[in-house]
């Protein structure tokens, strides 16, 4: 899947959703122009390429790396598992139930990356 923003300062805030569609179909990415969040995730856990500027020389590394990611055979899997773990609706929820409740003065309690225990 194909993730390209031109950069700008309303992407400082932004996390692409198709990002978290394209890797939950198992599909790898290439981004562009993304926000440091997004190229963090895609890099720390090899499941796209990231293209470093618009440049043909840029363009060339990412198609190189993307063709060297695209033999590991565990690529499909290694995508839908990040999705699962890092971008699943109920993740989300429990992580904004965290801030609600520090910021309103609770304990904070354990957060599950899988949602259970969610109210």
Same mark, same amino acid.
């Given at each position: 899947?194909?993730?390209?923003?031109?950069?700008?300062?309303?992407? %400082?805030? @932004?996390?692409? @959703?198709?990002?978290? &569609? $394209?890797? !939950? =179909?198992? /599909?790898?990415? %290439?981004?562009?122009?993304?926000?440091a969040?997004?190229?963090? /995730?895609?890099?720390?856990?090899?499941v796209?390429?990231?293209?470093?500027?618009?440049?043909?020389?840029? $363009?060339?590394?990412?198609v190189?790396?993307?063709l060297?990611? *695209?033999?590991? #055979?565990? /690529? !499909?899997? +290694? =995508?839908?598992?990040?999705?699962?773990?890092?971008?699943?609706?109920?993740?989300? !929820?429990?992580? $904004? +139930?965290?801030? $609600?409740? +520090? /910021?309103?003065? &609770?304990?904070?309690?354990?957060?599950?990356?899988? #949602? &259970?225990? *969610?109210?």
């Amino acid at each position: 899947g194909v993730v390209w923003y031109r950069p700008g300062f309303s992407r %400082i805030g @932004t996390f692409p @959703t198709k990002l978290g &569609e $394209y890797l !939950a =179909c198992g /599909l790898p990415v %290439i981004v562009a122009g993304a926000t440091a969040d997004s190229v963090e /995730l895609v890099t720390r856990e090899r499941v796209g390429v990231v293209v470093r500027d618009f440049s043909r020389q840029a $363009y060339r590394e990412a198609v190189t790396e993307a063709l060297g990611l *695209a033999k590991a #055979g565990d /690529l !499909a899997a +290694r =995508c839908r598992g990040v999705a699962e773990r890092h971008l699943a609706v109920t993740v989300g !929820a429990q992580r $904004y +139930r965290e801030v $609600y409740r +520090r /910021l309103g003065g &609770e304990r904070s309690g354990p957060v599950s990356p899988a #949602g &259970e225990g *969610a109210r």
